[in-house]
Structure formats: C-alpha cells, structure tokens
C-alpha cells in the first residue's frame, strides 16, 4: 500500500506551488485505495474514483465507496476501460515495471486543465529510452520525497526458513504464515518523488524538494528504526 505520508506530502507541495488539487481525482491502480483514502482525509473537495485490476480488492474498495471515500469503482484493465481520453486529474502509485507504458498512455490522454501525477522512483529518469521521452514530454512537477516509503514489512525468516522473502502490508504483527517470523519495517531501496504532467507541454520541470516537516510520522510499529533519506535535488 502507498504510505498515507506520501499523499499527504503531495497535497503540501501542490499547495506550496499554487496549483492545489481541488478537481476530481481517478486512480487508474487503485490497489487497497490508499492514495484516495489519504486524499479524502485531507478534506479536498473533488470527488474520487478508482480503477483496480485485482478481483480481491473488490470489497475493500466497494466499502470505501459504501463510507462515501470514494464516488465509484471499476474492477478491471485500467488500459482498457480508460482507452480514450481521461476527465479526471489521474493520481497513481504504478508498479514501476509498468512506469513507462503507463505514463505515457495517460499523459498522451489527457485533456486541458486536467494533470497526471505519478509516485515514482527518481530512477524513473534514467535509461535512453525513459529519458528521451521524459526529455520530449517534461513534466511541469518534481516533487522529490525527503525520506523513502515504505510499501511492505518483509519476514526475516527463521533458523528453519532462513531465506523467507514474504511481505505484508505495514503494520502486521502476526508471525508469517510460511515461517513464523516477525515482520520489520524495511525502506524501499530508492529515492522517489511525484511526476506531475499537464496536458500543456512545459518547456522544462520545476523541481520541489519536499521538506520533512511536511511528512506526517510514517507508521512506526514493530520492530526496527525506519531510516531517513536526506532531501534530494532533482
């Protein structure tokens, strides 16, 4: 799940740079609806809306729908159901193996006043085929995070399962259902931050680091200490 700080920061920083996010918002990978739900606690006004692949979610976010967090859901291909031009300003954590395709398919719809934003790695600018894209398509926004989020609280494993990868959402505290360790909070191993693009070309990206104070407490459960990245220029 997005940390609920990484929104949070979000809303802060468009603030900050004038460009407040008071129109209604789809999150094409909606995933829990975490990014919706953070949203809706920071009191905007526009209505929220999300599209979510994954069957299993279904309830979850038919529920956020039920408490009036969300205007309505779909279950299905993103792509497919938004295969036209999009209404909505798109806020979104993508996985990053699908950065550039989707990115690139929402920016390429939106329509005027309307604006993508996409959580990503930094590493989102590097490589030749990413970086002459975003080189011919800039964004109008760089919002670098201070600190990196966390998505998971993996399982160190046990004398017998020394090698246990599984991962759970922040903040279990049940033993691991294959090893019957403790989770522990654990860093993302990379320095993120908030794309935003607007339908207008931008000649060049405004880059806003994101100050610490700005971020609520991330969840501090369990054990370990959640290191801190230092602020970052892009």
């Known amino acids: 799940a997005t940390p ?3 929104t949070a920061a979000l809303v802060r920083a468009l ?3 004038g460009e407040p996010l008071v129109e ?3 999150d094409p990978f909606a995933g829990d609806g975490a990014i919706l739900t953070a949203l809706a606690a920071a009191g905007l006004p526009g209505k929220r809306r999300g599209v979510e692949i994954r069957e299993e979610e279904r309830d979850g976010l038919d529920a956020l729908v039920s408490q009036g967090v969300l205007a309505s859901v ?3 291909n993103t792509f497919l159901i938004h295969d036209g031009t999009v209404a909505d300003t798109e ?8 950065a550039q395709l989707s990115v690139e398919h929402f920016v390429k719809r939106l329509v005027p006043g309307k604006r993508a934003i996409f959580l990503l790695r ?3 600018l590097e490589t030749e085929e990413r970086n002459a894209w975003v080189v011919g398509h800039p964004p109008r926004w760089i919002f ?3 600190r990196r989020p966390v998505f998971v609280w993996p399982y160190t494993g046990t004398p017998e399962f020394v090698k246990c990868k599984k991962s759970y959402p ?14 522990k909070p654990a860093t993302d191993s990379t320095a993120y931050a908030w794309f935003q693009w607007n339908q207008r070309p931008e000649p060049f990206a405004r880059t806003l680091v994101i100050p610490e104070a700005w971020c609520p407490a991330p969840f501090s459960g369990g054990s370990g200490r959640l290191r801190k990245q230092r602020s970052m220029a892009g």
């Not at 806020?91 to 699908?98: E, H, L, R």
């Not at 922040?170 to 989770?183: H, S």
């Open 91 to 98: 806020v979104t954590n993508v996985p990053f193996s699908m």
């Open 24 to 26: 209604d918002v789809l």
């Open 74 to 76: 779909e279950i299905g």
């Open 4 to 6: 609920r700080w990484t």
């Open 15 to 17: 603030d900050a740079a």
């Open 122 to 124: 930094l590493a989102f």
């Open 144 to 146: 670098v995070l201070p």
């Open 170 to 183: 922040p903040g279990r505290t049940e033993p691991c259902d294959v090893c019957g360790g403790q989770a």
